[in-house]
């Protein structure tokens, strides 16, 4: 596979140019843990390559990379994919990744997990839907979501109650059925921003 035959690659063309693009995808190519997948938003998976999850979301949100504190590669004159000579990019320039704790699959993750680690995953977890589903900020759909609930049953439920209804969700599932991490990764979760949510409520009433 080669920078262009990425579904992304006219978006970080137009971001940071065809010779950066050539560059910057084909280290994510060439890196251990890249697996293409079809349903993401670039087809892989942006917390797993060298250049780090923050640097695909600039570029998703039209924002130079570059400009945000990102290194600014210095590239050979090769370095353009859509040529007939292969790319040549040094090998110490796709180094090692570590993978989020919450991209992992059930069993690495669960083979020894720690209360940390169990915590990252939340976190990480929460980062990776907001970026699929809601503002760059993090995962607050909640309170939309309370409100149309509130208006369909005539209820006045809070945001922070609507986390905690989540979270009691997954302290049931914890209790029935065969283990499964995902379920306490996801309490951390619902439990942070639940706390986020009457931190913002206090604040209101003072």
């Not at 917390?47 to 570059?66: A, R, V």
């Not at 759909?141 to 049953?153: A, D, E, P």
């Amino acid at each position: 596979m080669k920078p262009t035959d990425l579904k992304c690659y006219k978006q970080v063309v137009a971001v940071i140019g065809e010779a950066y693009a050539d560059y910057e995808l084909q280290r994510v190519i060439d890196c251990e843990h890249y697996e293409y997948e079809e349903r993401l938003i670039f087809g892989f998976i942006w917390g797993c390559t060298p250049q780090g999850g923050n640097f695909w979301l600039l570029i998703h949100e039209g924002k130079n990379p570059y400009f945000h504190g990102h290194t600014r590669p210095k590239l050979s004159e090769k370095s353009h994919a859509n040529s007939d000579k292969e790319l040549f990019i040094p090998l110490e320039s796709c180094p090692k990744v570590d993978v989020p704790e919450h991209q992992l699959n059930e069993k690495q993750r669960s083979d020894g997990s720690t209360a940390v680690s169990i915590l990252e995953a939340g976190l990480g977890h929460m980062q990776d839907r907001a970026v699929t589903y809601d503002s760059p900020q993090g995962e607050r759909s909640m309170g939309k979501t309370v409100g149309m609930f509130n208006t369909l049953y005539g209820l006045e439920l809070t945001e922070e109650q609507g986390w905690a209804f989540m979270a009691i969700l997954k302290l049931v599932r914890t209790s029935q059925g065969n283990f499964k991490l995902d379920n306490f990764e996801d309490m951390a979760a619902y439990s942070g921003l639940m706390g986020e949510a009457a931190s913002k409520l206090a604040q209101t009433k003072n």
